[in-house]
């Protein structure tokens, strides 16, 4: 039943589709009429075609072919300046083309009809016998679509482009045999609703509720690859909401569908789980042009939007009810931060992520105690020390988490950290907080007391770090007396 192709795509579509790919043609006819002329087939496969029928340029090109490793590298040795194998066991070669100062890489990779054990999730592989042998593996029928090279043919055996007209994620295979063969594809699922704006066909979606413990059979480091790309889409939240409503969040980031338990303490929302969406939708709009200075946070930013995310984790294990019918999260900040870097750990984040976004998270209600500015100097720099190279990202998070729709309260916060950003504008240009240190080093500080590096020493610097943040500049010499009052009061110094 797979190998009856749907009609050919309207002929407008299919201009607009090659029209996509002109910058490309050149490219494409030329692989394809090597391929061809040496008995081989030849296909543009995948992502790049689905993306020329969106009117989107792709970014990579994948093909697929007839022929073997060997006969593969052999034709792309004749195409490019040189070959590599980028996994030959599945079938992969790469090669690059220099010429006229500019390279072009390629990746071919022969028809596969690969199994899975079901446990490992390494695959048996097994090369196809055609185009279709290999359409069928794909994840969804969207994805399944092909163009023959150097003709431009489309092959469609699973009416992808009907699907992705409709905009409709369905699986060419049945969707239990797709994510019983990868459980992966469900979450690739999820990101495919909120990079294209799809949405599951039913059997789709009860497959992955069905089979959503199966995600725990794949690595932590390929969830969280496609966790990350879930999370730099342009919209991001409507594929969080699949996330976890198929239940595949309770298996791979169980903190997200914890908080639709909870209230949160304005009563504004219906739950702290939205309202945590909505804190990352006003990040996002928060974000910096991708071509902007780094002050203004060039979007997509990660550490931004998992912070936006993640930052109320913490309020389940710290909720309390309180008499009249209160409720109270208190230190849910600490604790967030705490869950925040497990979380990360786990799904094997790298170490500057895990300890930018749990610090991100740890800061975010700092701002409320700023009432009305009644702040000293000496608070506003720690606010800002503390916060460190993440102040830009600390900014939007903190704006993002004003939620209410209390158009009045809104403004008088927006108002309030307008002059909060002032006053550390102010700051920074008079004392250079970016880089504040105490006014004397650590060999001034050993020759003042007459000391060697060492815990005491560490201590001593800590001391006048706290005075330089309290006081702000007071040269020298006053750094000097404080430091030794400081000193006489310590059992060190007798």
Avoid at 140 to 156: C, G, H, I, K, Y
Avoid at 289 to 308: I, K, N, T
Avoid at 412 to 424: G, Q, V, W
Avoid at 439 to 448: K, M, P, R, S, Y
Wanted: charged share 25%; hydrophobic share 40%; net charge negative.
């Amino acid at each position: 039943m797979f190998l009856v192709s749907p009609s050919p795509p309207p002929a407008a579509l299919m201009k607009q589709a090659v029209a996509r790919l002109a910058p490309v043609l050149p490219l494409l006819t030329d692989l394809g009429t090597r391929f061809t002329q040496a008995g081989h087939e030849l296909a543009l496969v995948g992502g790049p075609v689905r993306d020329a029928f969106l009117d989107r340029t792709p970014p990579d090109l994948d093909f697929t072919t007839s022929a073997s490793p060997d006969e593969t590298e052999a034709i792309l040795r004749s195409w490019g300046s040189s070959t590599w194998d980028m996994g030959r066991e599945f079938g992969t070669i790469g090669a690059v083309r220099r010429e006229g100062g500019s390279e072009t890489t390629v990746e071919v990779t022969t028809y596969r009809a690969d199994a899975y054990d079901g446990v490992t999730r390494k695959p048996v592989v097994a090369f196809g016998e055609s185009l279709e042998d290999d359409l069928v593996r794909r994840d969804f029928t969207v994805n399944a679509m092909a163009l023959r090279l150097p003709s431009l043919e489309f092959v469609d055996p699973h009416g992808g482009l009907d699907d992705l007209q409709a905009g409709l994620l369905r699986t060419p295979s049945t969707p239990e045999v797709s994510f019983g063969d990868d459980p992966l594809r469900m979450m690739r699922a999820v990101r495919f609703v909120a990079q294209l704006g799809l949405v599951p066909a039913p059997e789709v979606y009860a497959a992955m509720q069905e089979m959503a413990s199966t995600i725990g059979i794949v690595s932590a480091e390929r969830v969280r690859d496609e966790l990350v790309k879930l999370l730099m889409a342009p919209r991001p939240r409507p594929g969080l909401e699949l996330l976890a409503e198929s239940g595949l969040a309770s298996h791979v980031l169980p903190e997200l569908p914890a908080l639709q338990l909870e209230v949160d303490e304005h009563h504004r929302h219906k739950d702290v789980y939205v309202h945590s969406l909505i804190v990352l939708d006003q990040a996002i709009a928060l974000e910096g042009p991708v071509d902007g200075p780094e002050e203004s946070v060039p979007g997509p930013d990660l550490w931004l939007r998992l912070a936006a995310l993640l930052h109320d984790i913490g309020k389940p294990p710290t909720r309390r009810f309180e008499a009249g019918g209160g409720v109270s999260f208190h230190h849910h900040e600490v604790v967030g931060a705490k869950m925040t870097a497990k979380r990360l750990k786990a799904l094997r984040f790298d170490k500057d992520t895990v300890k930018a976004v749990a610090r991100l998270v740890e800061l975010h209600l700092r701002f409320h105690g700023y009432g009305d500015g009644q702040w000293t100097d000496s608070a506003v720099r720690r606010y800002v020390t503390d916060a460190g190279p993440l102040l830009q990202r600390l900014h939007r998070l903190t704006r993002a988490d004003c939620t209410t729709r209390n158009v009045r309260k809104a403004q008088r916060l927006s108002r309030t950290y307008d002059e909060l950003e002032a006053r550390i504008d102010r700051l920074l240009e008079a004392e250079e907080l970016g880089a504040v240190r105490p006014e004397l080093d650590g060999n001034e500080i050993a020759a003042v007391l007459g000391i060697s590096p060492g815990p005491v020493l560490g201590r001593a610097y800590k001391y006048l770090l706290a005075v330089r943040l309290d006081e702000g500049p007071l040269g020298k010499e006053a750094a000097t007396e404080h430091l030794l009052r400081w000193w006489s009061e310590q059992p060190e110094s007798t």
